[in-house]
């Protein structure tokens, strides 16, 4: 390993251990504490007193935890706790999303504004704007997600790979990446894997992983094998749609997702979700994230009846 990627390695090690203790210091609750089940940190039931002796020997590591597993092949690091969690309320659900390839800076800056004012959980850019974004972000707890391989998936897997790692460099706390959807149809699975597994070491436990799968190009087969090989490959989500094929989100494409991966990995639902009642929709079908355009008209929306009887 070169010393500039040393460096960098060191540095990221540093900042998620930082910002684990950080939140467990501000949560004070030792059962949901991110990551620890990862970091081994001794819980404290007093808030503000999990900086122990173990916990200063991890910031004093310079990233040799991190490169050693990663030397040894794993591909995840199980740093991604939002993937099991049950959001308090819709806006928790939702990725503020604007991938339009016209999207204009001020554009973006309103999509911030606005993630950040109805405290979405993620907003989702094309990697150009990923730099703008965590510098208007960075004092909120609205990630940066961006894509990859966006939005067809017919990116060579060192390409992906390398998105990857200057997206997490920039400061991306989410990675959604497309498969090789022309592998999958083909019966090359072990192609699909291959890729997602790449894009997975590269984000070095420090980013979340969605992986789209695009439903809508698939069969009901096909769903289930591309999902089962996300679920393998360390995914921390599995995507339904990027948005830009002939259909979206579906809340059976959801219920058949959630059956494949279980409780253990996410399902985002995305595209052509428009309002409140679709978006409860493929919650209530096994969603635990919502990717839309329409976030601000999606939580602005009167709450059904059937979602509070």
């Known amino acids: 390993m070169d010393a500039a990627k040393e460096r960098w390695l060191a540095e990221m090690t540093r900042r998620v251990v930082r910002k684990v203790l950080a939140e467990h210091a ?7 504490v991110p990551g ?58 939702v990725d503020h999303t604007l991938l339009k390839p016209e999207a204009t800076e001020a554009q973006i800056v309103r999509l911030c504004q606005e993630a ?22 960075g004092s909120t707890n609205v990630a940066v997600c961006t894509v990859v391989g966006f939005p ?28 090789k959807v022309g592998a999958l149809k083909s019966g090359d699975l072990r192609a699909v894997y291959e890729d997602i597994v790449a894009v997975r070491r590269e984000s070095f436990g420090l980013a979340c992983l969605k992986v789209i799968i695009e439903a809508a190009l698939l069969t009901d087969a096909e769903k289930v094998a591309a999902c089962t090989l996300c679920r393998d490959a360390g995914a921390d989500y599995v995507k339904t749609s990027t948005g830009f094929a002939r259909g979206g989100a579906t809340v059976a494409d959801v219920r058949l997702m959630r059956r494949v991966v279980g409780q253990q990995v996410g399902v985002k639902a995305a595209g ?31 709450v059904s009846v059937d979602a509070v009887s």
């Open 116 to 137: 950040a004012e109805h405290y979405f959980a993620a907003v989702c850019v094309n990697p150009m704007w990923v730099t703008r974004c965590v510098a208007l972000l």
């Open 36 to 93: 620890a089940a990862w970091l081994k940190v001794p819980q404290s039931p007093e808030p503000g007193k999990a900086v122990t002796a173990e916990a200063a020997c991890l910031l004093a590591d310079n990233g040799r935890l991190l490169r050693g597993y990663i030397d040894l092949g794993v591909a995840r690091l199980g740093f991604c706790p939002e993937a099991c969690r049950t959001p308090p309320d819709l806006a928790g659900f």
């Open 26 to 32: 501000s949560t004070g609750d030792p059962g949901r």
């Open 152 to 179: 067809l998936g017919a990116n060579e897997t060192e390409i992906k790979a390398m998105e990857t790692r200057r997206a997490v460099q920039q400061g991306a706390t989410e990675i959604d990446m497309v498969i």
């Open 272 to 302: 052509g979700i428009k309002d409140r009642a679709a978006a409860e929709a493929m919650i209530a079908a096994g969603a635990n994230r919502i990717g839309a355009s329409a976030g601000v008209k999606i939580v602005g929306d009167p």
